[in-house]
């Protein structure tokens, strides 16, 4: 019902940009809030950014300062600028949607099929 389409992912040395982006389709009336987790090898996926249907944004501290989280509401898509890039910030980038009202009803925590960032050092 809900589907998440990420691009933008990519391999970039240590200090530079990217920006990954995600857009949401079905048949959807309202999503609340979206963010963006990474997993890295051996690691568990972990929160990077949050952004609510408001505006309110959340950020690991990992990520403050570097990172910016923007979502579009009208094109239903989130964005993830990632500045100062460093080699831990290697990892599967995944989108999220959560609470997300369809023509079905709520569906509750919707994840995209991940895009790969590898910031080389």
């Known amino acids: 019902q809900v589907q998440l389409v990420e691009s933008g992912g990519g391999l970039v040395q240590a200090g530079e940009s990217l920006r990954v982006s995600c857009a949401a389709s079905?048949?959807?009336?309202?999503?609340?809030?979206m963010g963006w987790y990474r997993q890295a090898p051996g690691k568990q996926r972990e929160l990077v950014a949050t952004i609510t249907s408001g505006g309110s944004t959340n950020y690991a501290d990992s990520v403050k300062g570097r990172f910016t989280i923007s979502r579009d509401s009208a094109k239903r898509t989130v964005y993830l600028q990632m500045n100062s890039l460093k080699p831990e910030d290697t990892a599967v980038y995944y989108c999220?949607?959560?609470?997300?009202?369809?023509?079905?009803?709520?569906?509750?925590?919707?994840w995209g099929q991940g895009t790969q960032v590898t910031v080389s050092s």
């Open positions: 079905g048949r959807i009336f309202k999503i609340n809030a």
């Open positions: 999220n949607a959560d609470k997300v009202l369809t023509s079905n009803g709520y569906v509750y925590t919707n």
